[in-house]
């Protein structure tokens, strides 16, 4: 006959364990309630005044109207995001340093990047990603005094004399793009890689370069000014702030039809509690009206997110991207 002890020992142990975990949980609640506790840094991985640095200012503004405290925007440019990178998985993992990234610094550089964002991490498991917030086209854009007075134009020329353009970083989703137009359109193009939007957008109206391949976001106020000249976007349909350019794919360009995104990121490991606090503050903010619009006006589509969808959206971009990241020899 069983010994009564031999019977509770088991049972004595499933409720540690179960007080435990409900401790836990407890314990994983009662942060995510206390959180944010200091200024939470909202770490960005291009240059002040750049395309991805407007939004995430937009987005620091409103998130920390929302939570109730402060968000700083911590501007860390170079080596295509690694930098931003490292300077954020080297905070505790508690919900007070994210990253406001793309898939340039989370899917290209992944790809292509030599070094690692940590010893012995992927990107995917180095970081998680809570919420995408708006997709971004990027368009091609020359100054108004330029030859190119269309697509067609810049393609000639390009044709008859190798043509530079300037990107926010080598293996951006800006460079990627920039090899699938020349080998698409039959062009040799030179890339100028810069530390941002701002510095690309500098040079362009210097004359060092021949034109941009930039975020909507990062060149609209110039468009508007008239000292600049969009020829095309990237995506499948025109943009909402600029619907008199027309798509690559309109005009006969193929495989330009992809888009790139910005999201936020918070390192492996941040309670999901906070996680979750974070992802409910993020979606309510992607719903503003105000945000919308301010997006819309930025040449973005904004995005309604859970980290489950954030997630497979950034699954389904590795994926597209190996074989172009692969095939343009696109190393850094």
């Not at 004595?12 to 200091?38: D, F, H, K, S, V």
């Not at 405290?69 to 995001?81: E, F, K, L, S, W």
């Not at 293996?171 to 100028?192: N, Q, R, T």
């Not at 027309?246 to 495989?255: A, H």
């Amino acid at each position: 006959m069983p010994s009564s002890r031999t019977t509770f020992l088991p049972q004595r142990r499933q409720a540690l364990a179960t007080l435990a975990a409900l401790a836990a949980a407890g314990c994983g609640l009662a942060r995510a309630a206390a959180w944010p506790e200091r200024p939470i840094n909202l770490v960005v991985p291009f240059a002040a005044g750049g395309g991805t640095d407007t939004v995430a200012r937009l987005i620091g503004q409103k998130l920390q109207a929302a939570l109730g405290g402060t968000v700083v925007i911590d501007n860390r440019p170079g080596a295509n995001g690694l930098i931003a990178a490292r300077a954020v998985l080297q905070a505790p993992a508690d919900g007070h340093t994210l990253m406001f990234g793309s898939n340039s610094t989370h899917v290209i550089a992944a790809l292509a990047s030599k070094q690692s964002v940590a010893p012995g991490k992927t990107m995917q498991e180095a970081f998680t990603i809570v919420s995408v917030m708006a997709n971004a086209p990027l368009v091609l854009a020359v100054r108004t005094d330029s030859p190119a007075h269309d697509l067609r134009g810049f393609l000639q020329r390009a044709r008859a004399n190798k043509l530079s353009y300037g990107s926010f970083g080598a293996g951006s989703s800006a460079h990627v793009m920039g090899e699938v137009l020349a080998e698409s359109a039959g062009i040799d193009l030179l890339h100028v890689p810069y530390k941002g939007s701002a510095p690309a957008l500098t040079d362009l109206m210097g004359g060092q370069v021949d034109a941009v391949l930039l975020t909507v976001a990062a060149v609209e106020a110039m468009v508007t000014a008239g000292s600049v000249r969009p020829l095309a976007v990237t995506g499948v349909r025109r943009v909402r702030s600029l619907p008199a350019v027309p798509t690559f794919e309109e005009l006969g360009v193929r495989d330009m039809g992809n888009a790139g995104w910005f999201a936020v990121f918070a390192p492996a490991g941040t309670p999901a509690p906070v996680v979750s606090t974070l992802a409910t503050a993020l979606q309510a903010i992607a719903a503003d009206g105000d945000v919308q619009a301010r997006m819309v006006a930025l040449g973005l589509e904004p995005v309604v997110s859970t980290p489950a969808q954030a997630l497979e959206t950034w699954r389904r971009s590795l994926a597209a991207a190996a074989p172009i990241v692969k095939k343009a020899n696109i190393v850094f």
